[in-house]
């Protein structure tokens, strides 16, 4: 089980990949296991909508129940046979990420600092630096009544987006 349409985001963080890249759809793939990191036959795949408010975690709970409907279906239908898709030629893989991953800096975009949060705040990683602020876990400061941080594109005000 895989949360992404392979080979599309293989590797360790699939559904932070997905977030922080702005999709509107996560994918799941049912694969077999092959030599390669995720390049197994595609059994099975589904999607679900993927909402500005959703985090890692929500992702990773509706990723687990839709696996598990989709894994039920495979198991009363053996025969069906390996799918295939048109996806683009490339294919990405991404590796597991780094505490640098989760940098927020006043160049960093209103949107994309909310795609960083909503990514990667479940690991207590996301950093703002600026000259004169340096929040060191921005998830921790959210639960705790909020911030406001100057960016690129205008102030995010962030409130109990997130929980830890």
């Known amino acids: 089980f895989h949360p992404s349409l392979l080979p599309l985001y293989r590797g360790a963080n699939p559904i932070e990949a997905q977030i922080l890249d702005g999709v509107n759809d996560i994918d799941l793939s049912w694969h077999r296991i092959s030599t390669k990191i995720d390049a197994g036959e595609i059994l099975r795949n589904a999607k679900f909508p993927l909402y500005e408010n959703d985090d890692y975690q929500t992702v990773l709970k509706k990723a687990v129940n839709r696996g598990a409907i989709l894994m039920r279906d495979l198991v009363k239908k053996p025969e069906i046979k390996s799918l295939s898709f048109d996806l683009p030629k490339e294919t990405s893989y991404f590796p597991k990420f780094q505490k640098s991953d989760a940098l927020i800096t006043p160049e960093t975009s209103i949107s994309k600092a909310k795609r960083i ?48």
């Open 117 to 164: 949060i909503r990514a990667l705040g479940w690991l207590g990683w996301v950093t703002y630096l600026s000259e004169n602020l340096h929040v060191h876990n921005v998830t921790s400061v959210l639960n705790n009544g909020g911030i406001s941080i100057p960016l690129k594109d205008g102030h995010l005000k962030i409130k109990g987006i997130l929980k830890e």
